[in-house]
């Protein structure tokens, strides 16, 4: 029924089922309706259920993420997208049981670290709220995602917090890290064989036959489309002298050279409640020195200062930023003037005499000194509202033409554009994007004509496509494919020769422990490779035969123990390990904390899935 309503319902039908739907529209909003389907349900964990409009963000990014590698299929990307939404979710959900909190003044510290908020190296609001702007979020809504992600972390790091490895353990794991084994190597290897192979006709013939579907040309198709770029009505624009003057004249606080205060400091660590007294004592009397001119103040915060990275240089902090510190130092700083020294403050550090060594008061940039960023501003606000308006209006217009792009071009005013030949796992220029073959080769667009849904490639760009010819996977001729064939009948003769003359050999050698059993050429010694002495991260060897050699039981007589390892590039490698030395040496600086912290990781990692095992989850992937 809704595939005839879709069919059916043009003109003044379809304008009567939008004001019908409209209504609920307003009274429930339409994100309950939109965002890919977002009403649907993908997953319940612990009864809490999640839209598939939050899964789709996630995949959106990890898309992006991995556009250009090969190996990353729509399912494989799908699944890795519920996986981390599913982590997320029970991470939420045992940080909220926990009561876990972060205050405002922790969100807006992270906050103002972030580097792509800071203009002349520091926080600036206004380039804080135009990102958000042009990444279509409000202060709110990211405030509060940067709230519980500090949670979360805060739980985390709770976790981390109590990995504990006894130094008995740490020695015993040193030992097993550092320990060396004696080892021979000898390699059967794929071009000493290749030559005893020979492939024949019929083996062409009857390989081809049986695999035909192995060798298949890709359905293709070309494409026609729209696409939407901010950049291309950033680059579009005229941008006259008398607009980017409004421009600058109107927000003028984005064109300034902040304030810039250098001061320093001298500290008296407060590392108990007990210190406290004493502390604010010898604070009394080094300011007390410093007003009767006894000692310098960079004098005594050389000798005296608890902060001994400043204390170095006199104490000096060099540029001062008000986001850097605590409120308490921030307003002794910029309350005073150049030269002044500060009373005795208390800080979260302890307490402080403060001394400001230099000031830069703030500047405001003249026209002619901003323009390049005036005009670069003007064009990226004025671009985005171009893009997001005729990004707005695309979907409607998508679905209302739906077996034709001219009429969406001439209301956009943009060109239809083709692509060239697309399969579904590769393409050139818009078929390079994983997003765009699989929209070109989805059920509504390969097979029913349609155009495609509005596809958001990134922030700013934007395409919806159709088919233009379509060309199905054929058959390839034995011709065409029959040297591939050779080589793959070749490669599988050659491993399996090595496979039977590696086996005989190891069976020999484990029977009587000792090389001469072998009875290869007379240059054998050349070939049987004396590693000597090697540890667990020898870049020398092969890595395959070191872990091989690392999991082999020790011997337990004079007499070599051997084993085998097989290369993935089909070699096959005899391994005798000769003798085990054990490492004797002290437990290395710091090594005790490294490993605390590979336990750490671990115990993140057992976290998540003991989460997963308490939890009551139901996924419901084909709602993607």
Known sequence: MLQNIHDKAKGWVAYLIIFLISIPFALFGINSYLGGGANRIVAEINGEEIQSSIVNAELLQLKQQFAQLAGFDDTMLKQMALDRVVSRTLLEQEVKQHNYRVSDSDVLKEITQIPAFHKEGQFDKQQYQQILKSNRRNEATFEAQVREELAQRQFQT???????????????????????????????TMADFKAQVVVTEAQVQEYYEKNKARYMTEEQVKLAYIELKRSDFEAS????????????????????????????????????????????????????????ATRTFEAIAMSDSSDKVS????????????????????????????????????????????????????????????????????RFEKGSEMFQDKDDE?????????NNLAPIAESLRVKVQTSDWISRTQGEGIGKLAQIREAAFSEVVKNSGRNSEKIDIADGHSLVVRILEQKPAAQKALAIVKAEIMQTLSEQQTRQLIITQGEAFLKKLSAQANWNVLEIAADAPQQIQKLGLIERNNQKADPLVVAQAFSMQKPTTAKP??????????????????????????????????????????????????????????LYPENL
């Open 237 to 292: 624009l005229n941008a006259s002298v008398e607009e980017l003057t409004d421009f600058y004249n109107n927000n003028q606080d984005r064109y300034i050279i902040p304030e810039k205060r250098q001061a320093s400091q001298i500290v008296i660590a407060v590392n108990s409640p007990k210190e406290d007294a004493a502390a604010k004592q010898k604070a009394e009397q080094l300011l007390a020195e410093i007003a009767a």
């Open 158 to 188: 709770l976790v981390t917090s109590t990995a504990f490895i006894p130094k008995e353990t740490a020695t015993h794991y040193q030992g097993l890290q550092k320990q060396q084994r004696d080892i021979d190597t000898y390699s059967l």
């Open 561 to 618: 123990v051997f084993s085998n390892v097989i290369s993935p590039n089909g070699d096959y490698h005899l391994i005798a390990l000769n003798s085990v030395k054990a490492d004797t040496t002290a437990l290395a600086k710091d090594a005790q904390q490294n490993f605390a912290r590979q336990i750490a990781q671990r115990e993140q990692g057992a976290l998540l899935e003991a989460l997963r095992e308490q939890a009551e989850i139901q």
């Open 394 to 402: 695309l979907p409607t217009l998508a679905y209302e033409n739906e």
């Open 311 to 378: 204390a170095k240089n006199g104490g000096d902090l060099g540029i001062i930023a008000a986001s850097d510190w605590d409120k308490a130092f921030n307003d002794v700083v910029f309350s005073l003037k150049v030269g002044d020294v500060s009373p005795v403050t208390k800080t979260d550090a302890g307490y402080k005499i403060i001394k400001l060594t230099k000031l830069e008061p703030l500047v405001q940039k003249t026209f002619e000194v901003a323009k390049a960023d005036v005009e670069k501003d003007f």
